[in-house]
């Protein structure tokens, strides 16, 4: 069962990848792989049991994804000081984007709810 959910998640990151060749360069092909299996799970409206047993298999290893960028954030913090009020800039400009975006969001799915009952 694991190994069918496995499976899926392999054709559809190398669909995204062949994509990213193909179509869309600019997007990473895990991403657009991503999109693709968000897509396929909300036209089936429910995970399947081997795609759930497969991810939550996967999800144990998770941290140790991120041990790659913290060493690199800890072995280059110079450059990063010096670019810090670029990455300052950045982060404000994403919250000032995200929060109204995120609250809009949230107003238009409230009223779509209350409509429905």
């Keep these: 069962m694991i190994m069918k959910g496995l499976l899926w998640l392999v054709l ?12 869309l360069p600019m997007l990473p092909g895990s991403i657009i792989g991503l999109v693709l299996l968000s897509i396929w799970l909300m036209w089936r409206g429910q995970v399947p049991e081997p795609l759930q047993l497969a991810t939550s298999s996967l999800l144990a ?16 913090g110079r450059v990063l000081l010096e670019e810090l009020p670029v990455i300052a ?27 429905e009952r």
């Excluded at 559809?12 to 179509?23: H, K, P, R, T, V």
């Design 89 to 115: 800039a950045a982060l404000v400009l994403s919250l000032l984007v995200t929060v109204p975006f995120c609250g809009w969001l949230l107003q238009v799915l409230a009223r779509r709810q209350e409509r």
């Design 61 to 76: 290893y998770l941290p140790l994804l991120l041990v790659v960028p913290a060493s690199g954030i800890m072995s280059s």
């Design 12 to 23: 559809l990151q190398l669909l995204g990848s062949m994509l990213n060749q193909w179509l």
